[in-house]
């Protein structure tokens, strides 16, 4: 059984990001540790990169601060065998297919799996080229979470009946970063989604109060917010743990 189910086993699942090294590695781990201490049912763990395609501002801004400290995808792999030592909730990477491909991708996976890593997510990845990756992660283990856009249309039925782990759903089409309203048709896409794959499903993209995870949790198995948590780090730096937490649980609480 795959690490990432334990996420949605007890009810709606809340599920963070968090850009790796902004403002540097301590802090990220601190902030990790807040947020399952207070709630979080998953991490997502950026690896920076320098062309994060799918980010809006706010997470560009993160990676650029993150690469700028000299953050490497090695001591990304080190800061989750620390975590490792107490952190038990799944965690799964968010970077980009350049940042597995240029590191080796069988090599990448290893290390996931020496490390602790349960999935990857690969926003710049089209389905269609999923195996270009995807031998080499389920030979170590590693789940390969796929996305579901609201532009997935007639695709959707495809890429639910063979995702695995849980499915990204997007709420909007754009980058990351949060909204005031989410007015796409999430109803039907979830629909599609559950005629086809018994899979938990979660919504992200947009979403920064804890009206909205509600929402997007009412509709779906969990919330990812990821935007509104870089937020805090880009004002409170080093300082931010404690309020990503109280930000966390007031989230988490919203959803239960």
């Known amino acids: 059984m795959s690490n990432i189910k334990k996420a949605f086993e007890n009810g709606k699942a809340f599920i963070a990001?968090?850009?790796?090294?902004?403002?540097?590695?301590?802090?990220?781990?601190?902030?990790?540790?807040?947020?399952?201490?207070?709630?979080?049912?998953?991490?997502e763990l950026g690896i920076p990169f320098s062309d994060p395609t799918a980010e809006g501002p706010v997470i560009q801004g993160a990676n650029i601060r993150?690469?700028?400290?000299?953050?490497?995808?090695?001591?990304?792999?080190t800061l989750v065998k620390e975590l490792r030592?107490?952190?038990?909730?799944p965690l799964v990477f968010m970077t980009y297919a350049n940042v597995v491909f240029s590191y080796g991708t069988e090599r990448f996976a290893k290390r996931c799996m020496e490390t602790g890593v349960d999935g990857i997510i690969l926003p710049?990845?089209?389905?269609?080229?999923?195996?270009?990756?995807k031998p080499a992660l389920s030979k170590y283990g590693v789940t390969l979470i796929s996305l579901i856009a609201p532009t997935s249309e007639n695709r959707i039925a495809m890429i639910a009946k063979e995702a695995e782990g849980?499915?990204?759903?997007?709420?909007?089409?754009?980058?990351?970063?949060?909204?005031?309203?989410?007015?796409?048709?999430?109803?039907?896409?979830?629909?599609?989604?559950?005629q086809n794959t018994d899979i938990p499903c979660a919504i992200g993209f947009g979403i920064s109060t804890p009206k909205q995870a509600k929402q997007m949790a009412d509709i779906s198995d969990g919330?990812?917010?990821?935007?509104?948590?870089v937020k805090y780090l880009e004002k409170y730096g080093k300082d931010a743990p404690k309020y990503i937490g109280e930000y966390v649980k007031s989230m988490k609480d919203a959803i239960r």
């Not at 993150?66 to 990304?76: M, N």
């Not at 710049?124 to 990756?133: I, T």
């Not at 990812?224 to 948590?229: E, F, L, P, T």
Request: proline share 2%; glycine share 8%; aromatic share 6%.
């Open 124 to 133: 710049d990845l089209p389905y269609e080229e999923k195996d270009e990756f």
């Open 66 to 77: 993150a690469l700028k400290g000299g953050i490497t995808t090695d001591d990304v792999f």
């Open 17 to 43: 990001f968090i850009t790796c090294g902004d403002p540097d590695i301590q802090t990220t781990a601190e902030v990790v540790r807040e947020a399952v201490k207070n709630g979080a049912d998953l991490i």
């Open 85 to 89: 030592k107490d952190v038990n909730v």
């Open 166 to 194: 849980f499915l990204y759903i997007v709420s909007s089409l754009g980058v990351t970063g949060t909204r005031d309203e989410i007015k796409t048709d999430l109803d039907s896409i979830v629909k599609v989604v559950r």
């Open 223 to 229: 919330a990812i917010v990821g935007s509104a948590i």
